[in-house]
């Protein structure tokens, strides 16, 4: 199997997004398509309710205007021994009394953003492999966010923009419950790239946008990217 895109593939819709990967089986060339994500399944809703996952949020403070917010998704609820050990490994010089269940900061002018939910983050991974070691083993997932305390003078969302990558973070405008985030894969497309080239790539929800620009992806593909700029801005 070898993997590769077409110069174009990464060609899509505002608002949309598709993860693309290409493979050569036999003598047969097939592009896979995992289109843009749905709403959560009622399959996955159920697993959530069976499973009897839970969220538990710890609180650490950093200073006056910001404060750490753990995230701590297990198996059951933990039992008052267990959530002493899991104090100390989240606490500020393993003073458990650095980290309460209870937030430092409140009020209207507090927000919260952190890691976005659809994959867990390396620090999570550390985090769970520490909390293994010490024997809390119903500990599946911890993910910090951080907390400010916006001042008056400033707006909001414009505060927020500027305090997050929003590549690998989101604002949380609710405390979090859950890790599940309601997104899963469409089905999987196949596009016969030998018999119908590049134009194939039409037939693609993701990508079948151009056909209302009168523009083909073979022109894309055989075209340079100076030549053929002018003409999507004019079609956008």
């Not at 047969?28 to 949020?57: F, H, Q, W, Y």
């Not at 983050?121 to 907390?147: F, P, Y």
């Amino acid at each position: 199997m070898g993997n590769f895109l077409p110069n174009n593939a990464s060609v899509e819709p505002p608002g949309q997004s598709a993860i693309v990967c290409a493979a050569v089986s036999g003598n047969r060339n097939e592009l896979i398509v995992a289109g843009p994500c749905g709403p959560l399944s009622d399959t996955n809703k159920r697993k959530e309710k069976i499973m009897g996952v839970t969220v538990t949020r710890l609180y650490r403070r950093v200073d006056e205007d910001r404060a750490y917010c753990f995230n701590v998704e297990s198996t059951r609820e933990l039992i008052s021994e267990e959530m002493d050990c899991l104090r100390l490994i989240l606490a500020d010089g393993f003073l458990a009394d650095s980290v309460r269940a209870t937030p430092f900061l409140q009020g209207q002018r507090v927000v919260e953003v952190g890691p976005r939910l659809n994959f867990a983050t390396a620090w999570s991974s550390n985090m769970v492999s520490i909390c293994r070691a010490t024997g809390l083993d119903m500990i599946t997932r911890v993910e910090r966010s951080r907390r400010y305390l916006v001042p008056p003078a400033e707006e909001l969302q414009q505060f927020i923009d500027r305090h997050h990558d929003r590549m690998t973070e989101c604002h949380y405008p609710e405390p979090l419950s859950t890790f599940i985030t309601g997104i899963v894969a469409e089905a999987v497309y196949e596009v016969d790239l030998k018999g119908k080239g590049p134009d194939g790539l039409n037939e693609l929800p993701g990508i079948s946008w151009m056909n209302g620009t009168g523009i083909s992806i073979s022109t894309i593909s055989s075209t340079s990217s100076s030549a053929i700029l002018p003409l999507l801005r004019s079609w956008t």
